[in-house]
């Protein structure tokens, strides 16, 4: 049987020395990793590890949301163990929130992480010869079979297997970024990343250095290259959520990467090739918002090529009891 592979990314040396032996011990693969990119690069292989534990301390992360950002943005991945040598309520919430399967507060019991990793490996399917799966396509995990919600799961299906530009209109709340991730998961981008970018929360003063990167010397602080997102999400699928949101000036600067397929680093000289797809969600009429030259008309119809609108609970009010039942089994 394959023994499990777990990732322990930590940059703090004695602790991952400590950890390390203690997981060979217990008859896992052990791979170690103390920086952002380890671990990127880790997850970008074809069969990633089976657990992460991740440190909230990870070079090249800034401060410890930065990796809870970074785990947002994966939504194929393996559970995650977050480790937070300096924890507080709201990272405790942004790590919940972000899908992580427990949260360890420095010091912590070696006894405590262990039976959360063994929680986590039985979470997975087990290794070794399996039953074949049940044939699984984008929508399945959707839940609902009213009419309108039938047409949505067949229509995501065509969505997936494209590699059209996609925008997801609906109110909020109807599940916008689940289909995104949904139509990555079922797409041949599947195996590359998923990252998610929210449009209204990146000002103007900081879009460039976080979209697109920078330079190392490219202004004061700029020890070391920087990738930007857009640039993490090669090979993957971009997700720009409330694109509505998003400024006249990051408009020209978005479309001008998705016109070209390549982007240029704050304080660089030389063009960055890019293979990303792109979807975008909002819950503001685009259309109305163009008429009113208050959305880039060409910035539209390069979004546009496939439209996926999902409609309020209460235009579909006989899914109603299959979500009861489902919630229901989620909180038991």
């Not at 929360?201 to 979209?211: F, H, R, Y």
């Not at 918002?289 to 060409?298: H, N, S, T």
């Not at 496939?306 to 899914?319: G, I, S, T």
Request: aromatic share 6%; charged share 25%.
């Amino acid at each position: 049987m394959k023994k499990p592979v777990i990732l322990l990314a930590e940059r703090d040396e004695a602790l991952r020395q400590s950890l390390h032996p203690l997981l060979l011990s217990r008859g896992f693969t052990v791979l170690t990793s103390c920086d952002v990119a380890g671990l990127v690069h880790t997850l970008r292989q074809q069969q990633p590890p089976d657990l992460l534990i991740v440190s909230t301390g990870l070079d090249g992360a800034g401060d410890g949301a930065g990796v809870v950002r970074l785990l947002c943005e994966w939504r194929s991945k393996p559970p995650v163990i977050l480790i937070a040598p300096q924890s507080s309520e709201e990272l405790a919430i942004a790590a919940l929130r972000a899908g992580v399967a427990d949260y360890f507060k420095q010091p912590f019991s070696s006894a405590a992480l262990l039976a959360s990793v063994r929680r986590c490996l039985l979470s997975q399917p087990a290794s070794g010869p399996q039953p074949p799966p049940v044939e699984r396509s984008a929508g399945d995990e959707m839940i609902g079979w009213s009419p309108s919600m039938q047409e949505i799961k067949a229509y995501l299906r065509k969505v997936a297997a494209s590699e059209s530009h996609t925008l997801i209109t609906g109110e909020t709340g109807t599940g916008k970024e689940l289909v995104a991730s949904l139509i990555h998961r079922y797409s041949r981008r599947r195996h590359m990343p998923f990252v998610c970018i929210n449009c209204a929360a990146i000002p103007d003063s900081l879009l460039e250095s976080e979209l697109f990167g920078y330079e190392r010397g490219a202004f004061t602080g700029a020890h070391t290259l920087k990738e930007g997102r857009l640039k993490l999400a090669d090979g993957g699928t971009l997700f720009f959520d409330e694109i509505g949101d998003m400024s006249a000036y990051a408009q020209a600067k978005i479309l001008r990467a998705v016109e070209s397929k390549a982007i240029e680093r704050l304080g660089g000289t030389r063009t960055v090739p890019l293979d990303i797809r792109v979807i975008a969600a909002t819950n503001r009429n685009l259309e109305q918002l163009v008429a009113e030259e208050k959305f880039r008309a060409d910035l539209y119809f390069r979004l546009n090529v496939a439209n996926v609108h999902l409609p309020p609970l209460r235009q579909r009010k006989e899914d109603l009891p299959a979500l009861c039942q489902y919630y229901v089994e989620v909180m038991n």
